[in-house]
């Protein structure tokens, strides 16, 4: 997928586009520098309100996992019926930063999953409604 032809995001606050893989953004506390995902208006380590957008990057560590088995419950709205539904990773990457972030992976393979594993950020689709563009969400896949 080009990321230069701007796809439709199921949370576009989340990511910034136009390179070769998508950043995935939170926030900062200008005045500690803890950081945020998803992004804060404000600081639980110092109380401050002096947040900034922070780009998270694109590359971490899988630091956990598990299948999901189960179409989950709404808010989930994947499109698809329930005897449609796929099993799909789920992981928490860990960023350079330290954040973990909670993930869609792209592998549904408990043989190819390794906690440690580096991953990179892609856009996966997430809804597809007829007549209209598909909805895409981040996930990581293996690096």
């Given amino acids: 997928m080009n990321l230069d032809t701007s796809p439709k995001l199921a949370c ?56 999901q088995g189960f179409q989950p419950k709404s808010p989930y709205n994947g499109g698809e019926a329930e ?21 869609r992976l792209t592998l549904a393979d408990p043989a190819q999953l390794k906690i440690g594993m580096p991953m990179v950020l892609v856009l996966l689709p997430y809804r597809q409604v007829p007549g209209e563009a598909p909805v895409y969400t981040y996930a990581f896949a293996p690096a």
């Fill in 83 to 103: 005897a449609d539904f796929q099993s799909y990773g789920v992981g928490y990457i860990e960023m350079p930063s330290g954040v973990k972030v909670e993930s």
């Fill in 12 to 67: 576009p606050d989340l990511l910034r586009l136009g390179g070769e893989h998508p950043v995935l953004l939170g926030s900062r506390c200008t005045d500690c520098g803890e950081v945020y995902f998803p992004a804060s208006e404000g600081c639980t380590r110092c109380c401050s309100t002096a947040m900034e957008t922070f780009a998270l990057g694109s590359f971490g560590t899988l630091w956990s996992w598990t299948i």
